[in-house]
């Protein structure tokens, strides 16, 4: 099955400053790249996705860049503020055979936006 | 959001018991999926459903039966409860499995003692 590495697992930047989240996935058939943010104690939340036949999107502050030759893909937050402080998770999504899909999830990355 | 929910947001049971966590979508979604989420392991996909009557194993889904007689609800079942099970369950729900978004529900912490 599909397996999804993610780095760093914790991160520090100073507010204003960039953060960038890196993520790595083995299934080349994978092709849909969800990240999530999860406040404490709240639900993941859908931030930024990304598909195959797209290199790099971007939504405001958030861009999120994709290599299917390396299968890897990264979050770029920028100008980063106190309410960017959560955990985020990549995921990647395809087939899992059968004609059904699995959507697996890194570890996640604790980002710490210190004022 | 409210489309999704979990019940019950709470629960402590007692090792060897058996639990129900329920979930229900009001969207008529076609895929559902259950995560435990543990510290330092992230969202683990224990089971997912591609439709009504369809489901499939995740990455892990040991001592764990889910059924989906319906579209709007996927149960998760712990057969006798252990104290590995202890974790925060999401159930998640998409539209389809391939490229569109999971929403999730707002969780359901369980404590096995």
């Known amino acids: 099955g599909e397996n999804v590495e993610q780095h760093p697992s914790t991160l520090s930047v100073q507010e204003g400053d960039s953060a960038v989240i890196k993520c790595t996935y083995s299934d080349s058939a994978s092709n849909y790249f969800p990240w999530y943010k999860q406040e404490l104690g709240k639900r993941p939340q859908l931030i930024i996705d990304?598909?195959?036949?797209?290199g790099e999107k971007k939504d405001q502050r958030i861009a999120v860049t994709l290599n299917k030759t390396a299968k890897h893909f990264s979050l770029h937050i920028t100008e980063t503020q106190p309410e960017d402080s959560a955990v985020y998770f990549c995921a990647a999504s395809g087939d899992s055979g059968a004609g059904s899909y699995q959507l697996t999830f890194g570890k996640g990355t604790k980002l710490s936006v210190i004022p | 959001d409210a489309g999704i929910t979990q019940s019950p947001r709470y629960k402590i049971t007692e090792t060897g018991r058996q639990v129900t966590l329920m979930c229900h979508q009001t969207w008529s979604h076609s895929y559902m999926f259950w995560y435990r989420q543990d510290l330092g392991h992230g969202l683990r996909l224990i089971y997912y459903s591609a439709a009504a009557d369809i489901t499939d194993k995740g990455e892990v889904p040991d001592g764990y039966v889910v059924s989906r007689s319906k579209t709007e609800n996927f149960p998760l079942t712990l057969e006798s409860a252990t104290r590995s099970q202890t974790s925060v369950y999401f159930c998640?729900?998409?539209?389809?499995?391939?490229?569109?978004?999971?929403?999730f529900g707002q969780g359901t912490r369980l404590t096995v003692v």
């Open positions: 998640a729900s998409s539209v389809s499995g391939s490229n569109t978004e999971a929403f």
């Open positions: 990304i598909r195959s036949n797209v």
